[in-house]
């Protein structure tokens, strides 16, 4: 069963940070490139951090030198190193593995930043 399983959000005050996980099983993630998108309420799912298979990495202009998006291939698991948070990171948080046409996804994890 293809799964993928997220971790690590919450509640933070501006300027702190998070750590979020994401936990594949049923596939060979080592092949597909994963990626951290997110959604705000009434606003539309948007990319965050991408890493490929080969380990280069892009980022959203919005999260440029705050965000660190990282995988491990041994344990089949990804990261999103979140750092100097702002108000308006505040949002539910997806891993996605694509490969070619196929891609899977999270359930999504909350994160809050408020005071």
């Known amino acids: 069963q293809v799964q993928l399983v997220e971790s690590g959000g919450g509640l933070v005050q501006p300027g702190g940070s998070l750590r979020l996980s994401c936990v594949a099983s049923g596939f060979t993630f080592s092949r597909y490139a994963m990626s951290w998108y997110r959604q705000a309420p009434g606003k539309e799912r948007e990319l965050v951090a991408t890493i490929t298979r080969a380990g280069t990495t892009d980022y959203a202009d919005s999260v440029k030198g705050r965000f660190t998006i990282s995988r491990d291939r041994a344990k089949d698991t990804g990261n999103l190193q979140m750092n100097s948070l702002k108000p308006e990171d505040t949002a539910v948080y997806y891993c996605?593995?694509?490969?070619?046409?196929?891609?899977?996804w999270g359930q999504g994890t909350q994160v809050t930043v408020s005071s």
């Open positions: 996605n593995a694509r490969y070619a046409s196929v891609q899977y």
